[in-house]
């Protein structure tokens, strides 16, 4: 009955270790703030820090439009959380682990979003992009023909031309809006 007891407390004890390390990870990792629209959440991580230099010199950046309203799902609260959840997942291993490539590349449906985005925010123009398609764009909403996407030309909007973690240098700086 004694070893029962004790093996009962030795459980106890390893939960309470477990919780305590789990909540001390969190916090050193600041998980809490990637349930905001911040963008500094995106620089948790170093890796991120040449994205968020050139979003925030862009007129994205300068008009306070979010890392979360571009790459994320606005359609809904769960798909917004449910490709929050996955996309963090996805970078956790990767960051940790180190398995990704210095030129970050968005993934398929990261692309497919922020293009669902592009045209949803920029709708008045981008409708009069689709009545003019034969002059001009060869646009068909939802997406370009040819596979193409918004910033196949407009290359620059948001992150500028540069596309690796190497490509800014000191862009570790925050730069604090006032």
Request: hydrophobic residues 35%; charged residues 20%.
């Amino acid at each position: 009955m004694k070893e029962k007891s004790t093996l009962k407390m030795i459980a106890i004890i390893a939960f309470i270790i477990a919780a305590i390390f789990f909540v001390y990870m969190a916090y050193i990792a600041k998980a809490w703030s990637y349930l905001s629209k911040d963008p500094k959440a995106c620089i948790n991580c170093h890796v991120m820090n040449t994205q968020y230099a050139t979003w925030q010199h862009s007129a994205h950046g300068v008009a306070n439009v979010t890392c979360v309203e571009c790459h994320l799902p606005t359609d809904s609260f769960i798909n917004k959380y449910k490709a929050k959840a996955i996309d963090g997942w996805n970078h956790t291993l990767a960051f940790t682990f180190d398995t990704y490539d210095p030129a970050i590349k968005i993934s398929d449906d990261g692309a497919r979003r922020v293009q669902d985005n592009c045209i949803s925010c920029h709708s008045s123009l981008t409708s009069e992009i689709g009545k003019n398609a034969d002059k001009y764009h060869n646009f068909s909403q939802p997406y370009v023909e040819n596979g193409r996407k918004c910033w196949d030309c407009h290359k620059s909007t948001p992150h500028g031309k540069v596309r690796g973690t190497t490509t800014t240098p000191h862009n570790l700086g925050v730069k604090e809006v006032k």
